[in-house]
């Protein structure tokens, strides 16, 4: 139903900067969201937003990281500054249309069973110190 696209990963230095963004094909998700998986980590919820833009995060991004929603163009995006090499990571961008798992917060969502129904195919973020 929902096919997810990302794109926008790459390496950059500590302290600097990426955008990331998630293209929505098909019908438009009531949530769409980021979540991270280093190696030897469990995948680690970043942050989702809503179609009405209700935005949960992570305690680790707060304050560096802002999620946003086209809803035009049903594009996610993850802006990310002040990186730092523990953010480096496979960046998957999740989606799902179910009211009571969109609501969850982040933080709630990764001690629960709810997993997102889409799920795209990731993109790396490496930063270096």
């Known amino acids: 139903q929902v096919q997810l696209v990302e794109s926008g990963g790459g390496s950059v230095q500590a302290g600097g900067s990426l955008r990331l963004s998630c293209a929505a094909i098909?019908?438009?998700?009531?949530?769409m969201g980021w979540f991270r998986q280093a190696p030897g980590k469990e995948r680690e919820g970043v942050a989702r937003?809503?179609?009405?833009?209700?935005?949960s995060y992570a305690d680790s991004v707060k304050g560096r990281f802002t999620v946003s929603l086209d809803n035009a163009k049903n594009t996610l995006y993850l802006q990310m500054n002040s990186l730092n090499p523990e953010d480096t990571a496979m960046y998957y961008c999740?989606?799902?249309?179910?009211?009571?798992?969109?609501?969850?917060?982040?933080?709630?969502?990764?001690?629960?069973?709810?997993?997102?129904?889409?799920w795209g195919q990731g993109t790396q973020v490496t930063v270096s110190s």
């Open positions: 098909g019908y438009s998700p009531y949530c």
């Open positions: 999740a989606a799902d249309f179910r009211r009571g798992v969109c609501l969850t917060t982040i933080q709630a969502l990764g001690t629960s069973r709810m997993v997102y129904h889409y």
């Open positions: 937003i809503t179609s009405d833009g209700l935005t």
